[in-house]
């Protein structure tokens, strides 16, 4: 009697087991929080090519960067726009620019000085380029300034070329073509603002070679290294978020 109690408990224990077995996995199939699949990884050779690709395009990128940030193409418009914070040097290029193209005027664009401001008699980098022109020898009645005398925390380069949009149409030149002057590789950041604010003017543009550094291997100069990946960000930001209201 009691060795078939014992048999009959364990057949039922095992029936259990076998049943909760049985319901795991009906739950589970039903219930199915995780699955296994199969994936691809790369091999060493593998490796190797990403590597070596890697390595191609930061190249390619590294020596082409400067160029494409710093084109020279202009359009032979009928104004020439400077922008008033250019160094001495490159006021002179400008000058010079102006003299061999057929240009009618010089426009000088710029916001408020931050620095050593208490000490000039000039309150924007638009007057101090177009005071600096005149010394070189520009004629007076060939320059118009474009001041911007609000404290424009930022996008200053745009509020200057709206404050030149709405000059040029005071003067009734707002259907006139353009050509940009500006400073290495700030360069194509301010020809596609300016295309922003005109987008129905012929605008070109003139990239000034800096002095500070060697522009065919500006990575070797700190201050080549700053502003090339710096301008390579802003022209990122004004070409892909930077999308304001124009304004008249």
Known sequence: ??????????????VLKDLSKNLFFLMSRLFRLTTTRECRVLTPTG???????????ITLTTLFVY?????????????LVVEGWLPDYALEQAKEQFQIGNYRLLVTIGGKIVTGSYLSKYETWAQISASTLKELGFPED??????VFKNIKKNRTYHGILALKSKLY????NEVSIDLVSLG????RSWILFEKVFPSLNIGIIAITPEGYNISRWWLSSEGVREVISESIAYLYARFIFSP???N
């Open 170 to 173: 005071e003067e009734g030149l």
């Open 1 to 14: 009697m009691v060795k078939r109690f014992t048999y009959n408990w364990l057949v039922g224990i095992l």
């Open 185 to 188: 590789a700030h360069s194509r």
């Open 142 to 147: 060939k320059i118009m300034t474009v001041p």
């Open 67 to 79: 160029s494409f940030l710093a084109p020279t193409k202009p359009v032979g418009g009928e104004i």
């Open 47 to 57: 490796w190797g090519a990403l590597l070596m690709v890697f390595c191609l395009v």
């Open 245 to 247: 209201p124009i304004k």
